[in-house]
């Protein structure tokens, strides 16, 4: 099956799950976006799909470190899949 990326992006107040580089909704706490991005996760799940959910730490936390993970994870799925 296929493989779906979810990432927790924003700050205090506007926060948004991203998924396939796009975002729809806005939540005014992380932990909302999270939940939504668990459901959204789950039904992927039930469709066979891998799953990746990355969600920022504290405050003081590099958006840049989240991406750089998520897209390595994503190269390396593609990479195993190649082979």
Known sequence: MGFA???IVGNDGAWQVEHDGRTANTYDTK???FEAAVAAA???LR???EILLA???GPNYDPAVLNTL???NIKERHRIAET
């Open 5 to 7: 990326n979810y990432k």
């Open 31 to 33: 932990e909302a976006a």
């Open 47 to 49: 469709e066979g799909h």
């Open 70 to 72: 998520a897209t390595n």
């Open 55 to 57: 969600v920022p730490g």
């Open 42 to 44: 789950s039904l992927a």
